[in-house]
């Protein structure tokens, strides 16, 4: 079964960072690029950024640059989210989802909850 | 960055009458554009892509129109399980989503 299996839900404190998984399974790990979008509560879908496992290029959002950090470890079909220096606003719901452009395949996100 | 916007933000409609989602972008994403639905708790599922094509399994009553910068989606006789938010999402230079449309059923 092709899928995208995440990380459990996260408590953490402000200034601190966060490391969410993303596990594929199904389909052959390096043939697609991983994006990850967040959702704040009651919050539109936030693009942070991509990685092709191919290469491990990557590409961020301006609005995260510097912040966030996006890797893959292609031996355990994994991709990876590191966000740092987090404030209240970044708790959202985080998601890796499966590029052809659009998104055909999500995992099942990740709650990130900031708070001291 | 592309701006993608949503209207109207809220719609309520009653089972069985037509729907008009509308996506506008800030420049043309040519025919690059995606459709969403989410429901609470659930990740966004995949509807439309290419503007127009119904992604596999979806059903025949959500259609999709549009290129450049105007786009639609349209619930051609609305079912109480499509009460959800449906977002559009541009991939024609990276990615940005609109602000979501939330559809209620009266």
Known sequence: ?116 | EIVMTQSPATLSVSPGERVTLSCRASQSVRNNLAWYQQKPGQAPRLLIIGASTRATGIPGRFSGSGSGTEFTLTISSLQSEDSAVYYCQQHNDWITFGGGTKVEIK
């Open chain 1, 1 to 116: 079964q092709v899928q995208l299996a995440q990380s459990g839900a996260e408590v953490t404190e402000p200034g601190a960072s966060v490391k969410v998984s993303c596990k594929a399974s199904g389909y052959a790990f390096a043939t697609y690029s991983i994006h990850w979008v967040r959702q704040a509560p009651g919050q539109r879908l936030e693009w942070m950024g991509w990685i092709n496992p191919d290469n491990d290029n990557t590409k961020y959002s301006v609005k995260f640059q510097g912040r966030v950090t996006i890797s893959r470890d292609t031996s355990a079909s994994t991709a990876y989210m590191e966000l740092s220096n987090l404030r209240s606003e970044d708790t959202a719901v985080y998601y890796c989802a499966r590029d052809s452009g659009f998104l055909p395949l999500w995992g099942q996100g990740t709650l990130v909850t900031v708070s001291s």
